[in-house]
């Protein structure tokens, strides 16, 4: 781990401004993902602002009927609030089969959004990676990609985002509250913030240099079954080959988001409106543009196959 210096901010501003006034620094917080990558050398900040005295731990009612969920709320924390399992029900799943519970200890809400991918050529670097060294190229194509994405990739990068909470946030319509380095304030549907990589892969968020998440606010609860399948290639702490999120109401509609399979969670209305047809016709909708390679086309047919397996377990329900 490179040497680095350290201070610890006082205010959400305050933070912001630390952080934009070098180009090489970091926030941290759980530093459950960061530290991983400083200790590889894949993150070498300059600087780090520790933003963990911000008060920013706490879970609130809106006035519109949904959540404000404080960017320090640790995962532990969010899946085990009472509001949040009985009206949230899918990001409580989703948290839990994230993670182990001493991850989830530590790891916080916005940290958890903001983690990169674990392709094995991102982590190695001996290898060529866009991701990691913009315009060194990407051995993930042509290399071993079993695990890597198979829609919305570039010719640059086919890296998939690898966490759970942000694709039960993506089916929710979540919005991330940011501050920016000058006190302006910003919301960012959580559809826009997970960017895709096209010829920018080095970019993974819409976030600018400097911009700190102060809170991610859910809206008024759907109601409905909500289900989370995670497949993956061991019981626990893997990442997903394939996860789908969904909400199902009585007469079959709902909508449902994907993880596993894109550099975003994956979501796609017109596969929502065809949720009453059945897991062919949304499988169908959803990988409308899908480019597997030879090693990862049999996500293809396992996101029908999950699709039909939530399905089966809303209509039980």
């Known amino acids: ?110 940290g958890n959004l903001l983690q990169r991918t674990r392709c094995p050529y991102f982590y190695d670097t001996n290898q060529a990676c866009n991701k990691r060294r913009p315009g060194s190229g990407c051995a993930a194509i042509g290399g071993c990609s079993r695990q890597l994405a198979i829609i919305g990739t570039s010719d640059a990068c086919i890296a998939t985002y690898p966490g759970d909470m942000a694709v039960a946030m993506r089916l929710l319509d979540a919005t991330v509250e940011t501050i920016r380095p000058d006190g302006a304030k910003r919301n960012i549907a959580i559809s826009d913030f997970h960017v895709l990589p096209g010829k920018t892969p080095q970019i993974d968020n819409a976030l600018a240099h400097g911009e700190l998440i102060t809170a991610v606010t859910l809206p008024r609860p759907l109601g409905g079954t909500h289900i989370y399948h995670k497949v993956r290639d061991r019981a626990s702490y893997a990442y997903a080959l394939v996860s789908v999120a969904a909400i199902v109401q009585r007469d079959g509609s709902g909508r449902v988001a994907i993880g596993g399979i894109a550099p975003k969670p994956w979501r796609v209305a017109a596969a929502d409106a065809a949720l009453p047809e059945g897991a062919h016709a949304v499988a169908t909708r959803l990988l409308a543009d899908a480019k597997p390679t030879h090693d990862n086309a049999f996500k293809v047919p396992l996101v029908e196959r999950t699709l039909g397996a939530v399905m089966a377990e809303a209509r039980a329900a």
């Open 1 to 110: 781990m490179k040497a680095f210096t350290y201070e610890r901010a006082t205010s959400p501003a305050e933070a912001a401004a630390a952080v934009a006034r070098q180009p090489d620094a970091k926030f941290i917080a759980g530093g459950t993902n960061l530290l991983d990558l400083m200790k590889l050398e894949i993150e070498t900040p300059t600087h780090i602002v520790d933003v963990n005295g911000l008060k920013l731990d706490t879970i609130e009612a809106t006035a519109e009927g949904g959540l404000r969920i404080g960017a320090l709320v640790s995962n532990t924390d969010l899946s085990a609030d009472h509001r949040v399992r009985r009206d949230y029900g899918v990001l409580t799943r989703a948290i839990v089969a994230g993670a182990s519970g001493q991850l989830r200890n530590k790891a916080t809400t916005a």
